[in-house]
């Protein structure tokens, strides 16, 4: 890897990955994204997930849900992922999920998102291209971008598990959304790196 300084004065990183993809990553609140690849949905198509759904006037973000069909706490999420993704679609954003593990069949990634009623489009990440870019660790992980793909929000849905094996009743925090609100409203995001509670994203298979 080699340290720079670019002229956004931030400082980044710029890997070439074994997909020949060039990617330069700061931390959340200051790093920008950019890379150009493509994933295969649920429903067979092949999408951009950094091609904007809507017009550059109504279009506020892009928001990344990595997850896995067999870890129980990232499942248990499910249903606020749903309202998540109905409420702020609404709002401008596009939001996927994104199925890291490398073996995951499509057949079996549908079925998943029948079972648990995941009401956003689902994303098959096998190679990892999404997952090394942010450098997602664990899932229920969530990475939000600006139309300019500035990293403005990186870490967990909520504080509803505060420890591995522990959780409150409810949340106190929901920080996802209020980073959504911040920056649908046009304003700063107050905290915009969290810990992520959850399963560690699988390794892909060694060559």
Do not use: W
């Amino acid at each position: 890897m080699l340290g720079i300084t670019g002229p956004l004065s931030i400082r980044c990183f710029i890997i070439l990955t074994v997909f020949g993809l060039f990617t330069c990553i700061g931390n959340a609140g200051e790093g920008l994204l950019s890379f150009d690849f493509k994933l295969r949905s649920t429903s067979g198509e092949i999408i951009d997930p950094l091609k904007p759904k809507k017009t550059k006037e109504n279009f506020n973000g892009f928001v990344f849900i990595f997850t896995l069909t067999d870890c129980p706490i990232a499942n248990s999420y499910s249903p606020e992922i749903s309202r998540i993704s109905k409420e702020y679609r609404e709002k401008g954003f596009d939001l996927y999920l994104i199925q890291t593990n490398p073996n995951l069949k499509i057949e079996d990634a549908k079925k998943h998102q029948k079972e648990y009623s995941l009401d956003i489009e689902v994303l098959l990440d096998p190679h990892h291209k999404l997952v090394s870019v942010c450098k997602a660790e664990n899932v229920p992980e969530v990475i939000v971008l600006s139309p300019e793909k500035k990293i403005l929000y990186k870490g967990r849905i909520n504080d509803r598990n505060t420890a591995y094996g522990k959780r409150r009743r409810q949340p106190s925090r929901h920080d996802l959304r209020l980073a959504l609100e911040s920056i649908f409203n046009k304003t700063p995001v107050e905290i915009s790196r969290t810990k992520v509670i959850g399963c560690y994203i699988p390794p892909l298979p060694k060559i």
